[in-house]
């Protein structure tokens, strides 16, 4: 089983078909970062025409049991969810709705300030704010993952101990490897851990040591260090892959609509654009090379099936659904 | 001049005449507390028809001299407002459409964190955010004004010193009087009248001592102890008044769509409710009283006319045009 914790590629069916040479079972695929409801509800709709058109490539995976079904059917199952909780704009009744049309993860800020909790490009962080806290409790509920990404660490640390189930950052590498600002502390890293959450390592080359010069080995060998301190049940692939994209796209990711001015975000002026994939990983037919290295830097081979997709399966089976009902109460029977 | 810094009421000709009956020469009105933009122009244009159907009562005004206007024509102004940038959404763009449709106060955050600015029943205040700087220097370009009536202490603290232009506070009192979580520090209250903003003093009974047992003259007391910290220049009247509302209507302003569960804000499980209003000021026709509060608590009648009106009308003179432009750059001549 081979899942991918993220992806954002210009899709077409190049990519589709480079999903079924790749190996690729599932893919987390973000369908909004500034869109608002009406908006995402569009890219839901395009998803449709997809699904429509190529059956024998894709299909919308809700629950882990879908993906177990695309995989049988040498199908790839596509599980929707959201870097920015503008889908829902300031509606926490759009959790459940978004839910309902297959959303099951979003993250909580994108790099700035949300109604919910604070990114990582922010001067400060508050920690989770009032809404924050109700529409944690509700994606709870209905069965939808707190990603916490693009998060500053505060906020992270927050969502962690105030989430009923675990959480997951599915595309970011340890700061202590690469110390760009998506990276996570070994503070955030270790008590996404005891929560039983699931940290997605991620390819995009500026969370990499090297960016786009970073070697397989080094990558596998910094997975290594961090199954040490994690624990390798907790670890999966989020590759974060923006294929085929304009650069234009890069700059909605990063400005939006919040801003008059250009903010580059991981990029600079001299490189505003998407920076070039690692050798090692160009695209989804590369994902045979990562269970290679993750071999070569001492994983054994069952080691190798979790962190290639095995923990994530596990994850979404155990976080896709309602939460489990509370236990009902139990009252002394009565003596009469 | 009588003018007053914030009302929401439920709107009717009974409403309009009582502007006509209390000497009312402008209000402004919010007509947006957590509706999105949509949902804003709905309120621009249900004012459309308020204004085609009382044209002898009541007339738009975007400017202080339509204010004059007005009054010259025996007609009261209305000046449009949001409590909340729920109206702009996430696209600083809208700063500029709304104040081309009307808008000219905006509160950057309304109890809760924003995508701007932290509210006053946040635990935690970081400030003003990334995407807040560039939203206020929009909004100091079109000519909107800051209001930050409901926002957290270091959040108006930074706004003050962030906006080019004097920011308002259009509905509070100074906490030192009564220590609600909604009135303004001496800190803040200073730093206003420092930057040459404006304090609306409120008649809401949450943000009145004794609430709605307070007297004419405790509130013009108060008035005249806080001109004497800001200057009687820097003081108007935001009555806050929420005339002829359902009950609903204040969980809407409360609650919105953010939490599923009840927040009582000011108020309590066991008084939900509107408060009702102190005596010496229950609607429009009382605004008489307060001109004789402020002249019996000692204030000339120069100075009673600058509380009452003339101070909201020289800083909507100042606030609602664009920004001067910049200097021209003094560029050293070509010896060329």
């Known amino acids: 089983m081979v899942i991918d914790g993220l992806q954002y590629a210009n899709w077409s069916e190049k990519i589709f078909r480079q999903f079924r040479e790749g190996g690729v079972d599932a893919v987390h695929v973000t369908i909004a970062y500034h869109e608002n409801f009406r908006e995402t509800v569009l890219n839901f709709e395009q998803w449709n025409r997809w699904f429509e058109r190529h059956p024998d490539l894709i299909v919308q995976a809700r629950t882990a049991d879908d993906v177990r079904a695309a995989k049988a059917a040498g199908c790839t199952a596509i599980i929707f969810g959201f870097q920015n909780p503008s889908a829902i704009e300031d509606d926490i009744g759009l959790v459940e709705i978004t839910h309902t049309l297959g959303a099951r993860f979003m993250q909580l800020s994108y790099n700035n300030q949300?109604?919910?909790?604070?990114?990582?490009?922010?001067?400060?962080?508050?920690?989770?704010?009032?809404?924050?806290?109700?529409?944690?409790?509700?994606?709870?509920?209905?069965?939808?993952?707190?990603?916490?990404?693009?998060?500053?660490?505060?906020?992270?640390?927050?969502?962690?101990?105030?989430?009923?189930?675990?959480?997951?950052?599915?595309?970011?590498?340890?700061?202590?490897?690469?110390?760009?600002?998506?990276?996570?502390?070994?503070?955030?890293?270790?008590?996404?851990?005891?929560?039983?959450?699931?940290?997605?390592?991620?390819?995009?080359?500026?969370?990499?040591?090297?960016?786009?010069?970073?070697?397989?080995?080094?990558?596998?060998?910094?997975?290594?260090?961090?199954?040490?301190?994690?624990?390798?049940?907790?670890?999966?692939?989020?590759?974060?892959?923006?294929?085929?994209?304009?650069?234009?796209?890069?700059?909605?990711?990063?400005?939006g609509r919040w801003t008059r001015e250009m903010d580059y975000g991981e990029g600079s002026a001299a490189a505003p654009g998407f920076p070039p994939m690692p050798d090692f990983f160009a695209d989804n037919r590369d994902f045979p090379n990562i269970a290679t290295g993750l071999a070569a830097a001492g994983f054994s081979a069952d080691e190798v099936a979790l962190v290639m997709g095995g923990n994530w399966l596990r994850f979404f089976e155990e976080s896709f659904g309602p939460a489990p009902a509370a236990p009902a109460e139990v009252r002394p029977m009565s003596v009469a």
Chains 1, 2 share one sequence.
């Open 114 to 255: 949300s109604l919910l909790a604070t990114g990582c490009y922010e001067a400060e962080d508050p920690g989770i704010t009032r809404m924050g806290r109700q529409v944690i409790k509700e994606m709870n509920r209905v069965g939808m993952v707190v990603d916490m990404s693009h998060s500053a660490e505060r906020s992270t640390l927050e969502a962690i101990e105030i989430s009923a189930r675990p959480i997951a950052i599915t595309h970011a590498n340890p700061a202590v490897w690469h110390p760009a600002l998506r990276n996570k502390s070994d503070t955030v890293l270790k008590a996404l851990a005891e929560s039983g959450g699931m940290l997605g390592c991620s390819l995009y080359p500026h969370h990499l040591k090297d960016k786009s010069d970073c070697t397989l080995e080094s990558f596998c060998t910094m997975i290594a260090r961090t199954a040490e301190t994690m624990g390798v049940e907790r670890i999966g692939i989020g590759s974060d892959l923006c294929q085929d994209h304009p650069d234009s796209i890069v700059t909605w990711m990063r400005v």
